[in-house]
């Protein structure tokens, strides 16, 4: 069972084939339209926003002096790292840790522009500093769906950690989601 928290694309054909994958949920940046008796769709959204039910607010990690005005911010349930011109200290990574919010590594795009010493320095940083990390593909069309444990294997390869990162793609994304239903007030 397993969960993809960056989805940027609302093409039915994708939502089918990760229901074939065994996804049990998808946290989309897209609107998905019409409600799925076998994927539970929830909606990503960037910055501060008030919070509503089935909601996951994020933030992304690539400026450092935006990430330490919205560190603290209770409202933000995590921080997504995508490719960019800087990513989060390790200082701010610890920032992120003790404030209890989750730290989202997006893998297919450091894949896609071949910046995979940037994805081995992140996910290493990450692994030193975070127990909410989460491992994502990243989906933005159907070929991008693949098998998570594959990234899994890929980032053992690059990382020399089978399980944390199985950690990070199986448990922690299905904490998030209860967390963040919890905190938008659906179950008192």
Known sequence: M????????????VL????RLNYIAVVSLAKIKGARDDL???????????????????IEGNNRYVLNKYIANDNVDVVT?????EYPSRRQLSIIEDEGKYVELVALPFI?????????????????????AILTLGMESINDVKNPIDLVNL??????????????????PLNLIVDAIYKSGVCP
């Open 155 to 172: 980032m053992t390869l690059i990382t020399g950690d089978e399980d944390y990162w199985i950690r990070a793609i199986k448990n922690n």
């Open 81 to 85: 790292i995508l490719p960019g011109p």
């Open 112 to 132: 896609r522009r071949g910046l995979i010493g940037d994805l081995s320095k992140v996910a290493l940083d990450i692994m030193d500093y975070s127990t909410k």
């Open 40 to 58: 539970l769709v929830l909606r990503k959204v960037r910055g501060l926003r008030r919070r509503v039910p089935f909601t996951i607010v994020f």
């Open 2 to 13: 397993f969960i993809e928290t960056h989805l940027a694309t609302h093409d039915d054909y």
């Open 16 to 19: 089918r084939s990760l229901v």
